[in-house]
């Protein structure tokens, strides 16, 4: 029997206390406490929100996995559909057409082989699906629609459903070519969700009316009553196996999502959107929901494992300050600027410690900036009070001093940048006494106006580069709002969970960032937000929570918040935390 130094090629250390800088699956022995202990990634399960249905619908069916699935009927508000279309893992693309327009649909298989049936008003029919078009093949043997599925599409169940306006027991069995009439469930219902491999191994989840919470499994002769939900409904959806399934949204309207272990349901991250008689596909690993009642084209995306990243202690700020910014890396980062009252101070980090370097030529403050690096940097815009002054000085950065360049067009304050100090981007801001939307493009020498922001305000946030940024949140009052910029014009997109201002955001381009602390109107906040290029979601909070930070950073790998303004006095932070976009914990192995 082979041992962990045959397949490692290095024996287990032993330590009196845990390694200083163990790796994601080290192992080692702790002598103190006489257990064998490993590092592992933090990872959690949640839905993400996607590209929406290019017709939203109701009681649709679904099939495949997460990034290769189908959507199929339904009821578009109007009237039943025969629309079919599918997912890349990324969007929708509408293709050929059922036969029969009807809605409350199962499906099974993949979106290269696939069974669609069970569906109202034609009621029993069912259509094979073959990566490009459907046929109709042998409907079921009682009439029925809103049944339980699961298979593939040579080897499938249907269970239950309504036969005559009542809820049924009978069960039929797909063998690629017919159905056959197989053992009845033990309760009568509609509206149920079914999960399983093949016609010998399938879950029957829910259904009604009334609303029950009773599953039952099959295991190719005989149905068993097993363990319920926690939570009883119909017009649910689910996703997996006989031992391993997902159980989400549902009729009541309900967001709630549910694992199936085997033996018993533990209820997980509910579904961002509560809905009914939405489609499924996938597993307890990526599972995806689309479409649903009240009529929606809404996807959401399940993923187990997502890397929990976390933020760490950094080297603190020289000088306390608030209302100023910073560009840069995680490694390599300036701060520059801030008040009240205005300054001209600039600092720059080298990933460990902070280092006072030479100052801006004018000192202010809600400024903007943009850089690689803290040895090539743009410091634009800004307020000087006394005497009060919007700013349109332009600053470049070289790596030991400033050198002042042609000024932005419009005067402004509380604006947001993005880019390099060669190509850079300014957008929205405070020009007395408007909120502004003007942009504004950098080419290395001159500012150009370009397209406007669809909707102005000022403290916002955002980064990229001058062809591909994000600009986000921002007041008045403070909002949620998130615009792409793809190098010619701004395009409203999917908003931040939590609205507010004055936060700090890094990113490479449009298609990735994070961003975190601001003040959602009432207080600052700690919370951070990661953006995927489709939709936000809420992941670790910042330590301390802050407003008007500096900031640097590539996005959802790796990012910096430093300084900022803090509840009570001071008022005043020079606190730096790192973020790393993973993060892993210490954990005991069972030796009995």
């Known amino acids: 029997m082979s041992d962990y130094k045959t397949i490692h090629g290095a024996r287990v250390k032993d330590y009196t206390t845990d390694p200083t800088y163990p ?38 069916g679904g099939l495949g996995i997460q990034t290769s699935a189908l959507a199929f009927n339904g009821h578009d508000g109007s009237a039943v559909t025969d629309k079919n279309e599918q997912y890349d893992g990324t969007s929708w693309t509408e293709i050929a057409d059922l036969n029969t327009s009807q809605e409350q649909s199962r499906g099974v298989g993949t979106t290269t082989a696939g069974l669609a ?21 042998n409907n079921f043997n009682t009439s029925r629609h809103d049944v339980a599925q699961g ?55 829910g259904g009604g009316p009334p609303t029950v919470a009773n599953v039952e499994e ?28 997902l159980a989400y949204g549902g009729e009541p309207s309900t967001a709630v999502t549910e694992e199936w272990n085997g033996t018993s349901w533990t209820e997980l991250n509910d579904l961002n959107t509560a ?49 100023f910014t910073g560009t840069g890396t995680q490694t390599s980062a300036l701060g520059f600027g801030g008040g009240p009252p205005a300054t001209g101070i600039t600092e720059s980090y080298n990933g460990t410690s902070w ?79 408007s909120t502004s939307d003007l942009t504004e493009v950098w080419n290395g020498t001159n500012w150009t106006e370009v397209n406007d922001l669809n909707s102005a305000r000022r ?21 949620a709002l998130t615009e792409s910029w793809n190098g010619s014009s701004w395009t409203e997109v999917g ?13 490479t381009d449009s298609t990735g960032a994070l961003v975190f602390g601001g003040h959602n109107g009432t207080a600052e906040v700690a919370v951070t937000e990661d953006w995927n290029g489709v939709s936000w979601q809420e992941t670790a909070d910042i330590s301390t929570a802050r407003a008007y930070v500096g900031q640097a950073g590539t996005g959802s790998t790796s990012a910096l918040i430093y300084g900022g303004q803090v509840p009570g006095s001071p008022g005043t932070t020079n606190a730096t935390e790192e973020w790393s976009g993973t993060s892993n914990s210490t954990n005991t192995i069972s030796t009995s």
């Open 23 to 60: 790796i994601e699956g080290q192992v080692w022995y702790d002598e103190t406490d006489s257990v064998l202990q490993y590092q592992s990634p933090n990872v959690f399960a949640a839905w993400r929100t996607g590209n929406s249905l290019n017709t939203g619908r109701r009681y649709i």
């Open 117 to 137: 049936y069970g569906g109202y008003p034609a009621t029993g029919n069912t259509e094979s699906w073959n990566g490009s078009a459907w046929t109709e093949v």
């Open 151 to 205: 298979g593939t599409a040579t080897s499938a169940i249907a269970a239950g459903g309504s036969a005559s306006a009542n809820p049924t027991s009978a069960a039929e069995s797909w063998n690629g070519s017919s159905w056959t009439a197989i053992s009845s469930m033990n309760t009568s219902r509609r509206g149920p969700i079914g999960a399983g491999t093949d016609n010998t191994s399938s879950l029957c989840i």
């Open 218 to 245: 099959w295991n190719g002769s005989s149905w068993t009553e097993v363990n319920d939900l926690n939570t009883a409904r119909q017009q649910l959806a689910a996703a997996g196996t006989t031992p391993s399934a």
């Open 275 to 323: 809905r009914a008689g939405l489609s499924q596909a996938g597993n307890t690993t990526l599972a995806l929901a689309a479409g649903g009642a009240p009529v929606q084209g809404t996807t959401e995306e399940w993923n187990s494992a997502i890397a929990q990243g976390a933020w760490s202690t950094g080297g603190s700020l020289n000088t306390a300050r608030r209302r």
């Open 355 to 433: 280092t006072e370097v030479n100052d801006l030529n004018t000192a202010r403050r809600e400024l903007a900036g943009s850089g690689a690096s803290n040895t090539s940097a743009l410091a634009f815009g800004g307020f000087t009070s006394p005497p009060d002054s919007m700013k349109n000085e332009t600053e470049s950065w070289n790596g030991s001093s400033w050198t002042e360049v042609n000024n932005l067009n419009t005067a402004r304050f509380q604006l947001a940048g993005s880019g390099t100090n060669t190509a850079a981007l300014a957008f929205g801001g405070y020009v007395i006494p």
């Open 459 to 479: 403290l916002l946030f955002g980064d990229g580069t001058s062809t591909s940024a994000l600009a986000v949140g921002g007041w008045s009052p403070q909002q």
């Open 495 to 507: 908003d931040l969970n939590t609205a507010r201002y004055a936060a700090g955001a890094a990113a």
